[in-house]
């Protein structure tokens, strides 16, 4: 089945730009996703890019695909103290009709 | 909308009780997803429907385990009888297209 990888810790100092990266198994990955976890809460969607691009923009978030590795990154730039948290990356295939498939995410943590 | 909607937060139960947790989806979407968090496993895919149907359940971990989805507002997950292992979080989530969102979770503690 799929597998997706994440590195499990990431810290950086406030206003550093953090990049956290996944790699995951699947070609056929049509959907690829990154969601935030802070302590104590569910999982909140930040992001989202399909499989024909290759970068998706959302203010400080930037999200880069590169298929032919199987590698997907989320830049944060001007990185925040509310922005440690963990991030999970998942992905989904078959047009999107199936569940996501979660990396083990994450742990960003910022310094001041 | 209010979002996915978990009850309850936490659950604290002795080994061998029933126990049921509860999810209200968004309204209109199709999926409901069961999810299992644990710091050793991650995030697990337990059991998912499609309009109410269920899908695949073969993500639950043993007969112990049920889940129904009565209708397209509700689902309720329900372990009987709950040993301590089974302590988690618990998540809901539901989609339409190609946004999933989730619950808050529900924290299980079986002692």
């Known amino acids: 089945g799929e597998d997706v990888e994440q590195s499990l810790f990431l810290s950086v100092r406030e206003g550093d730009s953090s990049v956290i990266n996944c790699t995951y198994t699947d070609s056929s990955s049509t959907y690829l996703y990154w969601y935030k976890q802070e302590p104590g809460a569910g999982l909140q969607l930040l992001t989202y890019?399909?499989?024909?691009?290759d970068m998706k923009q959302d203010q400080r978030l930037t999200v880069l695909l590169n298929k032919k590795d199987k590698h997907l990154s989320l830049r944060i730039a001007d990185t925040q103290t509310g922005d440690s948290a963990i991030y999970f990356c998942?992905?989904?295939?078959?047009?999107?009709?199936?569940?996501?498939?979660f990396g083990k995410g994450t742990r960003l943590s910022v310094i001041a | 909308d209010a979002g996915v909607i978990q009850s309850p937060r936490h659950e604290v139960t002795e080994m061998g009780q029933e126990v049921t947790l509860r999810c209200k989806p968004i309204s209109g979407h199709d999926y409901l997803f069961w999810y299992r968090q644990t710091m050793m496993r991650g995030l697990e895919l337990l059991i998912y429907f499609n309009n109410n149907v269920p899908i695949d359940d073969s993500g639950m971990p043993e007969d112990r385990f049920s889940a129904k989805m009565p209708n397209a507002s509700f689902s309720t997950l329900k372990i009987q009888p709950s040993e301590p292992r089974d302590s988690a979080v618990y998540f809901c989530?539901?989609?339409?297209?190609?946004?999933?969102?989730f619950g808050q979770g529900t924290r299980l503690t079986v002692v």
């Open positions: 989530a539901s989609r339409r297209a190609t946004e999933a969102f």
């Open positions: 890019i399909f499989s024909n691009m």
């Open positions: 998942a992905v989904s295939f078959n047009s999107g009709n199936t569940p996501l498939v």
